[in-house]
DNA sequence: GGGTAAACGAGACGGTACGTCAAGTCTTTAG
DNA sequence: CTAAAGACTTGACGTACCGTCTCGTTTACCC
């Protein structure tokens, strides 16, 4: 894959927490005094995207964050208004998403490559796992459910969106169609395979989706 | 509603704790000992359903349910294997659902039928709430999980799938599609817009759902 | 010591829980019916004396003896009044002791051999802890303490003042001493440090007490 | 009596809730955050030694003292190893005793006072309940143990062992005598009576103890 | 360039819920 | 019919986090 998609992410972050040939040594004991917001930030999202991808949702509490942030439970209060929105934060920051959807004239083709990279990325990294756990934290965190709406799914339907009217003004697609109701049948299928998981989402599956809503499936 | 559908409840059960005729008179404190296994199994759950049904997710913890239910945690504990999988035998007791996926012989009106009264169960009734708490609450919690594929969207699937299959012996449906896809393409879809809400789910999304899937969406 | 003596028991039991020929096999479900009482009595206090020499009075719970013994709580509650008193008899049952005090003519050798014995008890053998756990317990269990009183510290008591004024009509001792203090002057002094241990029970120890008390301490 | 002696208390202290002429008002919701740590310390050990006086250790419970306290267990916990050592605590922090052995340059006078004072308030007021309860709980609690020997009974010791060891140097007891001994002879045999009670603790008890011990029983 | 205020770390605090354990009571069922 | 079996309520246990709050410290900014 040379080029990045909607919906997909460029690359986890690396995360190393020092040399190995660091000695256990005196452990830099930092004094408690204010430090630049910045770099506290940064720590915090570090700490928090770590945890995330490597331990998961249920291990993700605010005061692990804390406590391997070497921040305050204080300072996150200040910042994040809730778990959830901590956690989305920490994952934008570790993963580098980007968000492009490259016209190639054909929309059959770029819709396949789009949703088949998007498969790719639920089922191969550990983002599909995180993903999953932020959508079922969100349906009880008021504030991560905002958050979600507003900085992860809204903008990736409207790129989607967009790039289906581009190919309707090339007369690839008919008038009168909702696109918004054909991302909920592309993407939103691949969520309800990722979040119910009676059957695995497979390149085939990424195939019949496209296959399907594009020439319909009657005799 | 004159009849009842595929992924639909019939009713919600009653609440009712006691008529408000009955005087505060003598509290009929029951002793430790035990008690009819069925009985204490019927309260746990008729406690269980009316708080998740009242009060969501959030609300829903082990020991208010026990202290409603005047049941013990232990006795809990024993039965189920976590919080979820609690709240989801609550909720089956509690909506007393009616699988059924009849067939008019024309599959776009038995689609459409299913699929509007299925976006009215999420819209209209607290169902909606509530399934997606569940779906929310499975994904960091591997009991619910197991259960929420084996009992719930497991068998709704199979009877959209086995409708779609007379209907292709009809010869309604083109041979070589993949219904399970299908599946995931309407309620699926459904399920993204109920747990990622950028769009409400709306009667005519319902109606653009099959439409799309039936018919494509080609120029 | 070839010979057995008061506040002394004679040899713990042999606690054979079968033969290493048996197979770990089927664990010969016993029916729920009636069992001879005896029976069922004397598995009880098998399985509570190994316990409480084994693991001490804080993993003695009636559940883990019913348990151990085959039996169920509701035969447990039906002949014991409390936990301590299913302790105390289960000590009994396991420590086989002699109460006896012989009289050799010479009280402070008497005296002497009794006291070491004791002293040799409460600190070579388990029985020691369990003697303090079990008084321990006594003073939040008021069934145990009556039965401690009556069938432990009652008859010894007994034996000592007994054995003190058949010597005192030998004409050994005074007239006009009340010999039950002296009886919590040498044993009672035992019990101070097996139960507020600042101080060992030594050989040394036992022999301080008995001179202290016949001779006196003034210059 | 008009000094106060080794072993004794010189008080209860009163435990007074709050005035009666205070009015039921505003309730004073206190918020969530931290509290000077010495003054959470002191409801805490309020509610203890109240508790522990008033109920006994049969009713003593972490959870009982957090409540009353309007404290939280997990401060409990952070601060006292068990639910002895905070009885403990309690009990030192109710009972503001004295430790004090006055020589008049009679020993046995002095011993004499000292040991009916300790009669007198294991037999006249709750304390003696109370000790008998926690060198109860004592035996199968080790933290409470060590705090028991270290805070209590060894400092008691120490003292009755010095007082003899001047009246020693005055010429009044013999040279050659283990004190520590005669300690376990004196306020051992009260233990003793006070944990296995046969027989009470009486003036004339305490009287025969010193007697016996400074003069010996021989005929 | 010193003084001050904001922001920080640390972590104790009151809470809520967790999952476990044992005590003691009561129903069911086997013999 | 009766006693063993075992399911039940109760209540305390000790732990984990929550979100709040106090403290003392340290930097950054303003005068």
Not at 77 to 82: E, H, I, L, R, V
Not at 173 to 189: C, H, R
Not at 198 to 209: C, D, G, R, V, Y
């Amino acid at each position: 894959m040379t080029s990045s998609f909607l919906w997909t992410l460029r690359s986890f972050k690396h995360f190393v927490n020092g040399s190995s040939i660091c000695q256990a040594g005196p452990v830099e004991k930092r004094g408690r005094g204010r430090r630049p917001a910045a770099q506290v930030r940064g720590e915090i999202l570090d700490a928090a995207g770590k945890l995330l991808l490597d331990e998961g949702m249920g291990a993700f509490t605010i005061e692990r964050v804390a406590a391997e942030a070497g921040a305050s439970k204080t300072t996150i209060y200040k910042w994040w208004a809730s778990k959830g929105a901590l956690a989305l934060d920490g994952y934008f920051h570790a993963v580098e998403s980007t968000l492009a959807f490259p016209d190639t004239g054909d929309i059959e083709r770029d819709l396949l490559t789009q949703i088949r990279a998007f498969a790719r990325l639920l089922t191969r990294t550990r983002a599909g796992r995180v993903i999953a756990e932020l959508i079922g934290q969100a349906q009880t965190d008021e504030d991560l459910a905002a958050a979600l709406l507003e900085h992860y799914s809204g903008p990736r339907r409207q790129l989607a969106v967009a790039a289906m009217e581009r190919a309707r003004e090339r007369g690839e697609l008919a008038a009168g169609v909702d696109f918004e109701v054909v991302v909920d049948q592309l993407w939103g299928a691949c969520y309800h395979r990722l979040l119910l998981p009676n059957l695995p989402i497979t390149e085939k599956f990424a195939t019949s989706l496209v296959r399907n809503v594009l020439r319909g499936i009657r005799a």
